[in-house]
Structures are given as structure tokens and as C-alpha cells.
């Protein structure tokens, strides 16, 4: 995928230098060379479809070192794109490590409250943002802990039981408080509407949308822990903050030891820094985008009246659901037969990088750090782009980069709606995708729900050799659906009601051919539950999970959730799960089985749910081994799990 570089002579011909705003010789009208780099991204992007637009060279885009403040995202369609085979790189320059970044830096903190120790900044009046980036590391929105006996939910919001709370009805801007929920496989966010003595009202469809389905507020699948989010009075715990968007405010708490006079205090402004996507007919080609770091987004569509009615993964329920019953609240609290037709309208959490309707794009040794939600989507439905073309992703691929300390996931490929699995056009398939080498660690701080690497519906996958660490859910997750869009359906869905909402396919899903191979996944599913360092769904014809190096997941090491089907794993090691190193849920007559799980090392020997010889399923030559005694291919395959070559010892956790 990635073409041989060219003679310097000819590289030369196509390349563009451009500096960040106010460097010294930046000039647009210049020749944009080194010693004259143009001043701005426009004039870059402008003389760059110039230059491709003749179809003759490879182009270059070269950054000098320096942070690169966007007011707006940068967008790359079909008039970006490379011609007859050549490339347009955006890179860095030699030496430089240049920041796109979508945020303001905040300074002029002076003190507001000498006895709680909070600062303050001015700020521009109507900013917003759910993100505070201090020193590099996600600050905590101001909030307290609530018990759940501290409350008596209901279909309207809550009841206050707990005295000491009482002074909550005389907060201001009260529409700026949330109540968190961090249940098991969800962590949902809502937004208040008012509070009145001891009653709270949550705002709407947020507080409908969160309390049907599954894992609700009112009825989770373990016990819940609750937050409220969000009001100047909550700040009372050094690394919290609060920002009062009317007022222009921004206040701080800064830790112990910290000289905020000294920090670097970021706040996001963008929801997204680029865009890169054309249209069906019209894709964006031949990108490569090297050596960037990618920082400073927000996402602000949980604190607005739909909340994050979170199901997983960063799918969320979004708008007002017509088939919810009115007494949804008592009647579908474990799932209904209407809570069915709101599946195929869930909606998917947007990165902040974003790539549809596009062929032969490359991310190579670039930086994902403190951003507002996914870093990268490739491929996901219409409305996670901004571009409004979703789904399309052909020939991408992600390579030595490193995601991390960010609000949302690592990298997600693929939709969850209709056309993802079966496309009304076959161009929106997503396939020949290859995230290799890459680091995905300490991430999805704010949606706990969300995974390091996810993939719902693509054809020809290839997750080869990435680090994934620290986690609060899912470590790699492939497969999407439980099931009910493989042809013939699920029995369990038939049951639940959803084919009265949607057809029973004949045909399979567009997911095949996936190989997880070679990665290094350790402390995972360490937050949330219901997961495992590998997740499974639904049938993926080709599907391979090879030598694979798994440590230390909170609850299981390979699970094959719902539907999961066609699968191989072999040769991997699972050491120190919390739960069994293999499960597969098989219950409920869903069509989990045809699983082959050989050679396998497990320091924990429990397996559940794969029987040899049953449901299609072969488990033989897997071995329990001990942590001081480890076999010399057991061995091999840890040494060998994660990046390779030069990646293999890249700065990391």
C-alpha cells in the first residue's frame, strides 16, 4: 500500500513548507521552501491540489516544527487527491513535530476562592467544551459522588433522599449539571432540566433514551456507581475543573505541587481536526499523512438534551424513540420488544479524525492524544462524518501510531447501521484495512464504554502487532450485531421481537476475513464489564486470532459474544485473567459455535462454553501453564507480540 519513496530530485518538484502562524519569514505569497514557508494551512492546501491536480508527481506538504491552531477542520475530498497513481503527503519535516491542534491555550489563571485553592481564567464568552487538557493530562469535570441510596429514581429524573443534598435545588445554571452512570457494560451520561426541592427533572429524550433497553440507569447488571457532573459548586477536589461558557470563566483547582502560573492548560474548541472523505462517486485518494500529532478536540453532543444513552462501544441511542412505550421505564428496564426498533437508528460516537468515502490513505508514526472522543474512524456510518458521506473506507491503513490520553477510544473501523452490513450500495463496504504497529493505551478516560481498537463491519481486516494497554473496557473488539444480521437471523432476536422491525437477511454481513494477529493487549477491562482482552461478534467467515500475547484483563481473555462464529484462534497466551482465558456465550439459541481453539496457553484453565465437538467447536492441544514456567513457544510468541521493527521499541507506556 505504501508506494516506494521517490529520487529526491523528483521529491523536490512537489514539495510545499509550511510554518505555524507568526513564525519569522512565513510568507503565503512566498515560494513556501524552507527558508520561506507559506503562513498558512490554506495556502498549503490550495497549492497542494494545484500540484495534484497536474497528475504527474507525487506531492508534499512538509510542517515545520511548531503547534498549528485550527479555527476549523481541516477537509480533504477529491480535489486533495493524488493522480495516476501518485501520493500527497502531509508529513512532518525532518526533526520537526508539528501539533494540529483544535484547542486555545489558557493563561492569566488568577486565584478566585484563597481558601479552596481555586483559580480562574478569562476564556472567550460562548466557548464550551466537556475537555480540560492540563499538562498534557484529561482534567476531571467538577463533580461529586452520589449513592445510590442517596436517590429514588424515576420516569422523570430522581427523588433527593439524602438531606445533605438538599442545597442542589439552589445550584445556577442548573441545565449544565449531568448525572453519570457507570454501570456495567454502559456508562451513560444525562443532563438535568431542573431541580425543585427534592425533585430533579432530567432533560428529554436523554433520560428516556437511557432508562430502556439493557444495563439501564434504573435496573444496571451490577451495582452502579452515580456522579453529578458539572456546577462551579461541585469543584472541590485538586485536578478539577469547571467553565462558565456565559460568563467566559474558566476555574481550576490545580493539583498539589502544580504552578498553574506554569501549566499548559489546553481547552478543546474543534469537534474534529480533519476530515478526510469525498463521495461514492468522487472519493479522496492517495493521501498519506505522516509524522503529525492530532490534539485539542471536545465533543460536545452528551451534555446536549439527547445525553449518551450508551449501548457499547461508542454506539449510542440518539433522538425521540416513537416506538417506546410510555411506561418504558417499569416495562422495559430488561429489554422490550420496542426497545428492538430503535437498533437500526443508534448512532456512532464521531473521532476526531475521520475517514469515508476515500481509497489508499495512510496514518503513519502520528500522535492521537488528548482529543474529545474517538481519535480515529474509518468507515463509520453517515452521521459519526462530517462530511455526511459515512461507511466507503477502501485500502487504509494505520501504521507506528500511537493513541492515548483521550476522552474516547483508539481507533474505530466500520458502521453499525443497515448499510454497513448490507450495503444499499456496494461501494460503502469497508475493506482492506490494516492497523499495524500501533500503540493504544491509557485512553477512553470520560466514555469508559468505548474500546482501544473496535471493528464492527469490514471485509479483509488485518490487526497485526499493536500494543493495547491499560484500558477501562474492551482491548480488541471485532464484530458487531449479536448475530441478528447473519443470514437466517438469531433465534433469541426472533424471540426479543426484532424482526418485526427489520428483515431476517439471506445473505451474509460484509464482516470477513479478519486477522488479529501478533498484538500485545495487557490491563484491560479494568473499569467496565462484560469484556475481554479479544471480543467477538456475530459470524466473520476467515476469522483468525493468532498468536497473540493477552495479560492481566479484569475479567475474561478471549470472549465470543453473541453470535460469534467461523473463528480460529491458536498459538496465543492468556496470563493472569480475571475470569476464564475463554468464553463463549451460547446461550439464549443464538448461533455462537463453529470455534477452533488449539494450541492455546492459559495460566488460567478455565474455558466455558466451547466444547470440542459440539455446536461445531474443536478446543485441543491447549495448555495451562504456570507464570515461572513458561514453555519455549509460549515464550516465542510473547517475544514476538506487539510492534515490530522499527516501532518495536517506539516510546511508550
Not at 433522538?319 to 437508528?345: K, L, T, Y
Amino acid at each position: 500500500m505504501t508506494r516506494p519513496a521517490q529520487p529526491e530530485a523528483r521529491a523536490a518538484v512537489g514539495t510545499i513548507v509550511v510554518a505555524p502562524a507568526g513564525a519569522e519569514d512565513a510568507d503565503d505569497t512566498g515560494p513556501g521552501s524552507e527558508g520561506r514557508p507559506l503562513a498558512t494551512l490554506g495556502e498549503a492546501q490550495r497549492r497542494a491540489r494545484a500540484a495534484a491536480a497536474e497528475g504527474t508527481h507525487d506531492v508534499t506538504v512538509e510542517f515545520l516544527d511548531g503547534t498549528y491552531r485550527l479555527t476549523s477542520p481541516l477537509r480533504f475530498d477529491a480535489a486533495d487527491s493524488g493522480r495516476n497513481g501518485h501520493t500527497v503527503t502531509w508529513r512532518a519535516a525532518r526533526g520537526a513535530a508539528p501539533v494540529l491542534s483544535g484547542a486555545t491555550p489558557v493563561t492569566g489563571w488568577e486565584i478566585d476562592d484563597a481558601a479552596t485553592g481555586v483559580y480562574r481564567a478569562r476564556v472567550s464568552a460562548g466557548s464550551d467544551s466537556r475537555q480540560l487538557y492540563v499538562d498534557g493530562k484529561l482534567a476531571r469535570r467538577a463533580r461529586i459522588s452520589v449513592l445510590p441510596s442517596d436517590i429514588t429514581l424515576t420516569p422523570t429524573g430522581f427523588t433527593v433522599e439524602n438531606p445533605d443534598l438538599a442545597y442542589l435545588a439552589e445550584l445556577p445554571d442548573q441545565r449544565r449539571i449531568e448525572l453519570q452512570a457507570m454501570l456495567s457494560f454502559t456508562n451513560r451520561f444525562a443532563p438535568v432540566e431542573s431541580i425543585s426541592g427534592t425533585t430533579v427533572v432530567m432533560r428529554q429524550p436523554a433520560w428516556d433514551n437511557n432508562t430502556w433497553g439493557y444495563d439501564v440507569v434504573q435496573a444496571p447488571f451490577r451495582t452502579p456507581q452515580f456522579f453529578l457532573l458539572n456546577s462551579r459548586t461541585f469543584l472541590d477536589e485538586p485536578g478539577e475543573w469547571y467553565l462558565d461558557p456565559t460568563a467566559g470563566t474558566l476555574y481550576y483547582k490545580p493539583l498539589p505541587g502544580q504552578d498553574i502560573s506554569c501549566a499548559r492548560v489546553e481547552l478543546p474548541r474543534l469537534e474534529s481536526l480533519v476530515e478526510v472523505g469525498g463521495t461514492y462517486d468522487e472519493p479522496a485518494r492517495g493521501l498519506r499523512f505522516e509524522g503529525l500529532t492530532f490534539s485539542g478536540t471536545t465533543w460536545l453532543h452528551p451534555g446536549t438534551s439527547d445525553g449518551y444513552a450508551n449501548q457499547q462501544t461508542g454506539a449510542f441511542i440518539s433522538g425521540v424513540q416513537p416506538h417506546r412505550p410510555p411506561d418504558a421505564f417499569a416495562s422495559c428496564s430488561a429489554g422490550c420488544r420496542e426497545f428492538e426498533a430503535s437498533r437500526n437508528g443508534w448512532a456512532q460516537a464521531p473521532a476526531a479524525v475521520q475517514v469515508s468515502a476515500a481509497a489508499d490513505i495512510a496514518f503513519v508514526g502520528c500522535a492521537f492524544v488528548n482529543l474529545g472522543s474517538v481519535g480515529l474512524g474509518i468507515g463509520n456510518d453517515a452521521g459519526a462524518h462530517a462530511t455526511g458521506v459515512g461507511l466507503g473506507a477502501h485500502r487504509v491503513a494505520v501504521v507506528g501510531s500511537t493513541f492515548t490520553a483521550s476522552a474516547g477510544g483508539g481507533i474505530m473501523v466500520g458502521g453499525i447501521g443497515p448499510d454497513a452490513h448490507h450495503p444499499s450500495d456496494p461501494r460503502m463496504v469497508n475493506c482492506d484495512i490494516v492497523l499495524r504497529d500501533n500503540r493504544v493505551y491509557a485512553t477512553a478516560l470520560d466514555y469508559l464504554d468505548q474500546g482501544a481498537i473496535v471493528a464492527s463491519y469490514v471485509t479483509r481486516l488485518a490487526v497485526e502487532h499493536n500494543y493495547v494497554s491499560d484500558m477501562p473496557y474492551i482491548g480488541i473488539g471485532v464484530g458487531y450485531g449479536w448475530g441478528a444480521n447473519d443470514p437466517g437471523g438469531s433465534p433469541e432476536y426472533a424471540g426479543r421481537g426484532l424482526y418485526d422491525f427489520q428483515p431476517i437477511y439471506d445473505t451474509p454481513t460484509t464482516l470477513s476475513d479478519v486477522r488479529v494477529v501478533g498484538n500485545h493487549v495487557r490491563n484491560v477491562v479494568q473499569t467496565m464489564h462484560d469484556a475481554g482482552g479479544i471480543y467477538t461478534l456475530s459470524a466473520i467467515p476467515g476469522g483468525v486470532i493468532d498468536e497473540n500475547h493477552c495479560e492481566n484483563s479484569g475479567q475474561l481473555g478471549l470472549y465470543f459474544d453473541e453470535g460469534s462464529r467461523y473463528l480460529s484462534a491458536n498459538r496465543n497466551v492468556f496470563a493472569g485473567t480475571a475470569g476464564q482465558w475463554a468464553h463463549a456465550n451460547n446461550q439464549s439459541g443464538n448461533h455462537t459455535g463453529d470455534l477452533t481453539l488449539t494450541g492455546n496457553f492459559s495460566t488460567n484453565p478455565a474455558i466455558t462454553g466451547i466444547v470440542d465437538g459440539q455446536r461445531g467447536n474443536v478446543t485441543r492441544d491447549n495448555v495451562t501453564i504456570t507464570a515461572d514456567a513458561v514453555p519455549g513457544e509460549a515464550a516465542r510468541i510473547i517475544d514476538a507480540a506487539g510492534p515490530t521493527g522499527k516501532y518495536r521499541d517506539a516510546p511508550g507506556p
